[in-house]
């Protein structure tokens, strides 16, 4: 009986014939286990089954858009596996762009930038890590937040006081993320004091409960975010209350005009310059796409410095 011409094993200089590729080729794609051997010649000379030639197109066709070694053996198991080896490799030319566009905008920032002002703000950028990412000012973050804080209300605070990154950067955003980055990290003296909140707690003695105050600041931020999104001026309301009673409910007081009083003042003992730098950054990094947690912070003081002027 005649064998079947698709069932006699090919040698791996006639596999190379019909896939269109060199021997070397073949023997590169088999050293790596990615083309299984079908077994050895007599002579020592490796065969390969019909469908290899299939499999061979497949690892070429992988290899061509990109996909690394490592990860076309595991794109070749099943569909399955090869629609989650794309959408990996998808993610990471994503970010390699996002990280040309980062230096293209940093590039543009410094050939923009004055002589003389030049070699500082190369000094500035070339210290961002490469590619671009939060983790200094998450870590910043963690610092400064009360350890008591439940991990949902430590990742709302993180996600309302971290700017998000943008992936297509211009040069003021690329600036502002490198002041951000540098006063986080501590390279321009140190950004290491404890949040307005937490000083305004200390200020006005007495026992504490961290978790009611950011608990009640997040509502009461939102409130002034919105009135800030408005263009409404600070003054007394619903978004002033909301923020006096989460500082009332975490320092087990009542509230009223001597309670607002001293709020007042811990608040503005509690100001400190180089936070209000973190929200400046913070706001050229976003772009102005709402208003920060900074920007609403100071809102509600204002508005209690108007109350207080009117003698509310």
């Known amino acids: 009986m005649e064998a079947d011409p698709g069932q006699v094993p090919l040698g791996i200089g006639e596999l190379a014939r019909r896939a269109g590729v060199t021997v070397k080729t073949v023997r590169h794609y088999s050293d790596a286990g990615l083309l299984p051997e079908a077994g050895r010649s007599a002579g020592g000379h490796r065969r390969y089954g019909a469908d290899a030639v299939d499999r061979l197109h497949r690892i070429r066709d992988l290899r061509a858009v990109g996909m690394p070694l490592p990860e076309v053996a595991g794109a070749l198991a099943d569909e399955g596996s090869l629609e989650r080896a794309l959408a990996a490799q998808l993610a990471a030319v994503d970010?390699?762009?996002?990280?040309?566009?980062?230096?293209?905008a940093a590039l543009r920032a410094l050939t923009a930038a004055p002589e003389d002002r030049r070699p500082a703000l190369l000094r500035l950028l070339g210290g961002l890590p490469q590619p671009p990412t939060s983790e200094a000012l998450v870590r910043f973050w963690h610092r400064q937040l009360p350890r008591a804080l439940p991990s949902a209300l430590r990742t709302a605070v993180l996600d309302a006081a971290v700017p998000a990154l943008p992936a297509d950067p211009r040069?003021?955003?690329?600036?502002?993320?490198?002041?951000?980055?540098?006063?986080?990290?501590?390279?321009?003296?140190?950004?290491?004091?404890?949040?307005?909140?937490?000083?305004?707690?200390?200020?006005?003695?007495?026992?504490?409960?961290?978790?009611?105050?950011?608990?009640?600041?997040?509502?009461?931020?939102?409130?002034?975010?919105?009135?800030?999104?408005?263009?409404?001026r600070p003054a007394p309301g619903?978004?002033?209350?909301?923020?006096?009673?989460?500082?009332?409910?975490?320092?087990?007081?009542?509230?009223?005009?001597?309670?607002r009083?001293?709020?007042?003042?811990?608040?503005?003992?509690?100001?400190?310059?180089?936070?209000?730098?973190?929200?400046?950054?913070?706001?050229?990094?976003?772009?102005?796409?709402?208003?920060?947690?900074?920007?609403?912070?100071?809102w509600l003081v204002a508005a209690l410095d108007a109350g207080a002027a009117a003698g509310d």
């Open 95 to 104: 970010g390699q762009l996002t990280a040309l566009r980062w230096r293209e």
């Open 171 to 232: 040069p003021a955003q690329v600036v502002g993320y490198a002041r951000l980055h540098a006063l986080a990290a501590g390279r321009d003296g140190g950004l290491t004091v404890r949040c307005r909140r937490v000083r305004a707690a200390a200020a006005l003695a007495g026992e504490t409960d961290p978790v009611a105050l950011y608990a009640g600041l997040g509502e009461a931020y939102a409130l002034a975010g919105a009135a800030l999104a408005a263009g409404r």
């Open 261 to 298: 009083t001293g709020l007042r003042a811990s608040l503005r003992a509690g100001d400190d310059p180089r936070l209000r730098a973190y929200w400046r950054y913070a706001a050229e990094v976003s772009g102005g796409d709402g208003p920060s947690m900074g920007a609403a912070h100071d």
């Open 238 to 259: 619903p978004e002033l209350d909301s923020f006096v009673a989460a500082h009332a409910r975490a320092y087990r007081r009542r509230d009223g005009a001597g309670f």
